[in-house]
């Protein structure tokens, strides 16, 4: 008979279920972790109301993980061990098709995430390729550690961007991923850092995090264009994906600034292209991550302390509903995260 574990299984549509169920079997090429903890994303929320074109009942969420190996099925003498403490780079790539013969896997035509399109880690275990597995260094908490994967995201949008040192930046949005390139930004020498949310909390944790605060229901583009002296930010990031910020984004980035597109929009916005047009602006899109922006999230980790602040909730696994339901409210939460 199988071993068995804990997980939390999605069900349908907001239905999630503690279960006792089959523990991961350890195929050639995968390793076997033991979770410590995963953090619940905006596209877990996605899966859980049916929303998700991929995600399949009954499946057990969570792509952004950290533990330890407990069993591999590598030869002896291999980079990863039992006992080490990692993280997973979720992307499932086929490798076959253009995307991915052209270094950029992370765009594969067929891309697939552990957690969406294989079991994740709202699991007591979870068994992934053993190439997907992200050491981390000794001194960095497995908690913070949860980070990489969503930091990971930020820093591709800043290295992807025309972002340039002492750049003034607006992001547009300040849940987690919003906070996170505002870190981002900061961390690789923004001038100014501006962040327009509609949350008092958000906006309270981003101010106590140093950045400069703008209310997105009260005139944002006045102030955000009084703050850059009328001219309007470099670069803007759209780290919110609703159709206001969106039309925003293109009245507060500069005469040939750019608007970068991080927040997933879930139904499509109106952008006025004859203002890119005329004030010559660059629109770009940013998707996940490579595997290097996942290193650079990692030492970025280890060097700002401060990061771990956008970690708002560590709930046992049991208490995953808890989880989702604190997830649909902005105001009381930030990252949330849930350990077996
Ligand atoms: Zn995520
Ligand atoms: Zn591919």
Known sequence: ?????????????????????????????????????????????????????????????????????????????????VGDRVTVNPLISCGQCLPCQTGNAHVCRNLGLV??????????????????????????????????????????????????????VVILGGGPIGLLTAITARYAGASQVVICEVSQSRKALASSLGFTVVDANDKPEEEILNLTNGNGADVVFEAAG????????????????????VGVFKRPALVDLQVVNFRELSLIGTRVYTPQDYQVAVNM??????????????????????????MLKSEDSMKILLYP
């Open 301 to 326: 980790l280890v060097k700002d302390k401060s990061i771990s602040r956008v970690i708002s909730h560590r709930l046992p696994l049991e208490q995953v509903q808890k989880g989702f339901d604190l």
């Open 115 to 168: 957690g969406i399109d294989t079991d994740g880690g709202f699991a007591e275990f979870v068994a992934v390729d053993a190439d997907k597995v992200v050491k981390i260094p000794e001194h960095l908490p497995l908690d913070t550690a949860c980070l990489v994967e969503p930091l990971a995201v930020s820093v591709h949008a800043v290295r992807k961007s025309a972002y340039k040192t002492g750049d003034t």
């Open 242 to 261: 609703v159709p206001d910020t969106a039309a925003l984004a293109t009245q507060i980035v500069k005469i040939t600034g750019q608007v970068v597109v």
């Open 1 to 81: 008979m199988a071993e068995k574990m804990i997980a939390a299984v999605y069900q349908g549509v907001q239905q999630i279920d503690i279960k006792v169920v089959d523990k991961p079997q350890l195929h050639p090429g995968k390793v076997l972790i033991k979770v410590s903890y995963a953090g619940i994303c905006g596209s877990d929320m996605g899966i859980y109301f049916g929303k998700h074109p991929r995600a399949k009942a009954p499946l057990i969420m969570g792509h952004e993980i950290t533990g330890e190996i407990v069993e591999t099925s590598l030869p002896e003498g291999a980079k990863i061990k």
